[in-house]
Nanobody, 121 residues
Framework: QVQLVESGGGRVQAGGSLRLSCATSGRIFNNYVLGWFRRAPGKEREFIASVTLSGSNTDYADSVKGRFTISSAKDFVFLQMNSLKPEDTAVYFC????????????????WGRGTQVTVSF
């Protein structure tokens, strides 16, 4: 089993920054990939970014490229979010998979409960 717990969400003004953390525990193997998704009100869950445990391979959605940075460390994965926009408002989820460069949420078998990010004008 794999456990994922997100933290770091909150409310910020447009143009501001937040750093999300995801604490990982359990049976995470070296070939796992950790990803961040988000779900905005009334919208489908959306892929944001993913990173291999080594940190050497990353993948980003076009909507966040250049503004968000994903990174991994022992037992953690982080999402640094800069230049936040109101449309970034969503619940952000951490997830794990053994499928590299997977963007489809159906490939991710483990999920955290999410953390709310609200960006105001």
């Amino acid at each position: 089993q794999v456990q994922l717990v997100e933290s770091g969400g909150g409310r910020v003004q447009a143009g501001g920054s937040l750093r999300l953390s995801c604490a990982t525990s359990g049976r995470i193997f070296n070939n796992y990939v950790l990803g961040w998704f988000r779900r905005a009100p009334g919208k489908e869950r959306e892929f944001i970014a993913s990173v291999t445990l080594s940190g050497s391979n990353t993948d980003y959605a076009d909507s966040v490229k250049g503004r968000f940075t994903i990174s991994s460390a022992k037992d953690f994965v982080f999402l640094q979010m800069n230049s936040l926009k109101p449309e970034d408002t969503a619940v952000y989820f951490c997830a794990a998979t053994n499928v590299w460069f997977a963007r489809d949420s159906r490939h991710y078998g483990y999920w955290g409960r999410g953390t709310q990010v609200t960006v105001s004008f």
